[in-house]
């Protein structure tokens, strides 16, 4: 086959031949022309993609058109007998933009997060992994369509986690401090009941003013036994606590810890790499509580990308389905993850 353009080399050109004939090419050549086949709205940009035609359509316009203006101009017949006519199966489309854009102006303003006026129309969906009218390349979570959830950053995520728990720990501790100050405030009202009582009761005599004083040692005595007691009760709760206070600090110590999430059934693989969001037993994923031995990650990298969630959601089945989302993982099966080390650190 004679070279088409001069501009390419003998070379290059003998690449594209071998890379044309070859079974690869020729599998994905089906399959492109299977998806062709099934698309109901054909446009007339023939080779040249969406984000050229809206390239040069900014070039023309002097500012970046609207998605329903790149969809006119894509599914216009620019030649033949019927040029400047719309193809048929996008004409009820195109007279529905059209009339919406005189009807609702304002919506030629909004954004793609906003809803702009082609998503008003058509529908607010996006197909899975790219938007329409802006080709390849964009997706609906780069762009920000509004039935889309907006990534968050790791470093964003494990910041909230740690504000909301410290949040939590804080409405803790005032809600013991209050129960402390009840109890206070409750012992303040029996001594200073019991000394009232007794200095109504007190005689002029020496021997009475010691047996008055010996009752108030008594009752010191007794109320200094209450307080002990209370401090060793308060004591031995804490020192009861304590093992329970190491191990969560030890636990919280790996929020924000990057970790290797393996297989939850079967050999020991590694599924996924995420990082660890919370601790808390109490805290809720997925409308339940964490409990015992589980842990709140948000996986960054899908490894086995068809591995099956451990704990069931209303829209996440695969791990794949899951990243950049945060999920439940049983702690046993997640260990600590080191990027390798380059031979020039080492040294």
């Given at each position: 086959m004679p070279r088409c353009d001069d501009r390419i080399s003998e070379a290059d050109w003998k690449g594209l031949l071998k890379y044309w004939r070859s079974p690869e090419f020729e599998a994905r050549s089906s399959t492109a022309k299977e998806n062709r086949a099934k698309s109901t709205v054909p446009h007339t940009a023939g080779s040249k993609s969406h984000a050229r035609v809206t390239q040069e359509m900014a070039d023309e316009l002097g500012y970046a058109p609207r998605?329903?203006?790149?969809?006119?101009?894509?599914?216009?017949?620019?030649?033949?007998?019927n040029k400047g006519q719309h193809v048929p199966e996008a004409a009820p489309i195109i007279?529905?933009?059209?009339?919406?854009?005189?009807?609702?102006?304002?919506?030629?303003?909004?954004?793609?997060?906003?809803?702009?006026?082609?998503?008003?129309?058509?529908?607010?969906?996006?197909?899975?992994?790219?938007?329409?009218?802006?080709?390849?390349?964009?997706?609906?979570?780069?762009?920000?369509?509004?039935?889309?959830r907006g990534k968050v950053s790791t470093r964003v995520l494990v910041e909230m986690v740690a504000r909301r728990?410290?949040?939590?720990?804080?409405?803790?501790?005032?809600?013991?401090?209050?129960?402390?100050?009840?109890?206070?405030?409750?012992?303040?009202?029996?001594?200073?009941?019991?000394?009232?009582?007794?200095?109504?009761?007190?005689?002029s005599s020496q021997h009475g003013s010691n047996s008055r004083q010996n009752s108030i040692d008594e009752i010191d005595g007794e109320d200094g036994d209450e307080e002990d007691g209370e401090d060793d009760n308060v004591q031995r709760r804490k020192f009861v606590a304590n093992p329970r206070n190491c191990s969560t600090q030890q636990d919280e110590s790996l929020i924000g810890m990057d970790v290797l999430l393996y297989a939850w059934t079967g050999p020991e693989t590694p599924v996924a790499k995420a990082t660890v969001l919370s601790v808390d037993p109490d805290t809720t994923v997925g409308g339940e509580p964490l409990g015992p031995g589980t842990y709140e990650v948000i996986v960054n990298v899908a490894i086995k990308r068809d591995t099956i969630l451990p704990y069931q959601y209303e829209d996440l089945l695969y791990i794949r389905d899951a990243v950049t989302r945060s999920i439940a993982w049983p702690s046993s099966k997640m260990k600590p993850y080191k990027p390798a080390v380059s031979g020039s650190s080492r040294h």
């Open positions: 998605r329903d203006e790149v969809f006119i101009r894509t599914h216009t017949l620019k030649k033949g007998p007279s529905e933009l059209i009339r919406a854009a005189n009807v609702h102006p304002d919506w030629k303003e909004k954004s793609l997060k906003e809803g702009d006026l082609f998503a008003r129309v058509v529908g607010m969906k996006e197909p899975r992994g790219r938007v329409r009218v802006l080709g390849l390349g964009p997706t609906p979570q780069d762009v920000g369509t509004p039935d889309t728990e410290a949040e939590h720990r804080m409405s803790t501790l005032e809600e013991q401090m209050q129960q402390m100050q009840q109890q206070m405030n409750k012992m303040q009202e029996i001594m200073a009941a019991s000394q009232g009582g007794h200095n109504l009761e007190a005689p």
